[in-house]
């Protein structure tokens, strides 16, 4: 798997954390918009 796939894997768990497991915080910020532009940018 190319790396930019796993790092865009990951940008999602953290979209997921950021949703439903606020209180753990994320380590980068991450929204729907980054993780559909890393996608595009790929």
Known sequence: MPEA???I???M???RVSYFAQ???TPYPVS?????NA???I
């Open 9 to 11: 894997r990951w940008m």
């Open 13 to 15: 768990e953290e979209l």
């Open 5 to 7: 796939v796993k790092e």
């Open 32 to 36: 729907d918009k980054r993780v559909k």
């Open 39 to 41: 996608i595009d940018a």
């Open 23 to 25: 209180q753990l915080g």
